[in-house]
């Protein structure tokens, strides 16, 4: 209702790996705030935004919701990054991608760097981006019991959402 025109881009994570990021954040000052400290509460919390974000693309269509994998993005930028730009009917330019992956690279985003998110309104203030050290693989992954509790709890959004990117090779 607020944006009937709007186009939404769906970064796809996996679970496990959602869930260890968010415990990471929940250990820092910057994610104590908002982030859950319980893989349980996290594993729920990914299901209920795939859920969210899956009903939206229903409602909106192919035209308005695009589907990326994360790991598409991080091991195919360019050619992921140029597919959003395509679908965004964004000229094909290729200097422009190459420029985005420079500023946004690994390392720029460590040292707190990065393309600055434009915010508005209460959040104006309030910094968009992760506090330096975040990015990247700082975070320990999650051990069996909690990996099992995540399964469990993700394992019908799982499946779901794999038959879902099953028929977006692409994605």
Same mark, same amino acid.
């Given at each position: 209702?607020?944006?009937? =025109?709007? &186009?939404?881009? +769906? %970064?796809?994570?996996? !679970?496990?790996? %959602?869930?260890?990021?968010?415990?990471?954040?929940?250990?820092?000052?910057?994610?104590?705030?908002?982030?859950?400290?319980?893989?349980?509460?996290?594993?729920?919390?990914? %299901?209920?935004?795939?859920?969210?974000? =899956?009903?939206?693309?229903?409602?909106?269509?192919?035209?308005?919701?695009?589907?990326?994998?994360? =790991?598409?993005?991080?091991?195919?930028?360019? +050619? !992921?990054?140029?597919?959003?730009?395509?679908?965004?009917?964004?000229?094909?330019?290729?200097?422009?991608?190459?420029?985005?992956?420079?500023?946004?690279?690994?390392?720029?985003?460590?040292?707190?760097?990065?393309?600055?998110?434009?915010?508005?309104?209460?959040?104006?203030?309030?910094?968009? &981006?992760?506090?330096?050290?975040?990015?990247?693989?700082?975070?320990?992954?999650?051990?069996?019991?909690?990996? &099992?509790?995540?399964?469990?709890?993700?394992?019908?959004?799982?499946?779901?959402?794999?038959?879902?990117?099953?028929?977006?090779?692409? !994605?």
């Amino acid at each position: 209702r607020l944006a009937p =025109e709007c &186009r939404v881009v +769906h %970064v796809i994570r996996s !679970a496990e790996a %959602v869930v260890a990021s968010l415990l990471a954040a929940s250990r820092t000052d910057w994610g104590r705030p908002w982030a859950p400290r319980r893989a349980e509460t996290a594993a729920r919390r990914w %299901v209920r935004c795939v859920e969210a974000a =899956e009903a939206m693309a229903d409602r909106l269509g192919p035209d308005r919701f695009l589907r990326v994998r994360y =790991e598409s993005l991080v091991d195919r930028p360019a +050619h !992921a990054l140029a597919r959003v730009r395509r679908w965004l009917g964004l000229p094909d330019d290729r200097d422009a991608v190459e420029a985005a992956l420079r500023a946004n690279s690994r390392d720029a985003l460590r040292s707190g760097g990065g393309t600055p998110i434009p915010t508005f309104g209460e959040a104006a203030d309030a910094s968009a &981006r992760e506090p330096a050290g975040f990015i990247g693989d700082g975070y320990r992954p999650l051990g069996p019991l909690d990996r &099992r509790r995540v399964r469990r709890i993700a394992q019908a959004a799982t499946r779901r959402l794999d038959e879902t990117l099953r028929r977006d090779p692409d !994605a």
